[in-house]
């Protein structure tokens, strides 16, 4: 199976593309539903660690049997977001790539190294 290693972000684009339109879901999928979907993922994940502290979120992702069902809400997020940039014609490499610079000016690594 593939991987991050050798997998594109087009690739994956392509992938979600191709399933919501074998399914005639384009007509669901637009920005507003898009985002709140996203949202809807982002807190399914969340519940895996409620009440959860810090090292024991931790530990929890280096057992496999945890793992797992974390690594589905992360799926469902990142299906999501991918459909937002197809429906939204958001390059998302161009996109992350503008975020970080800007962050690295607001947040310079000499000043923020070890702190939040």
Do not use: C
Request: net charge negative; no cysteine.
């Amino acid at each position: 199976m593939p991987t991050d290693a050798d997998t594109t972000v087009a690739e994956l684009r392509r992938l979600v593309a191709d399933f919501i339109r074998e399914r005639d879901w384009e007509q669901f999928h637009d920005p507003k539903n898009l985002s709140m979907a996203i949202a809807t993922e982002a807190a399914e994940l969340m519940e895996h660690f409620r009440w959860a502290r810090n090292e024991a979120s931790r530990e929890q992702v280096r057992d496999p049997a945890r793992l797992a069902p974390v690594a589905e809400e992360v799926a469902d997020i990142m299906a999501f977001l991918l459909s937002f940039a197809n429906a939204a014609d958001i390059d998302v490499t161009t996109a992350l790539r503008t975020k970080m610079a800007k962050n690295a000016r607001k947040y310079p690594a000499d000043q923020y190294q070890g702190r939040y």
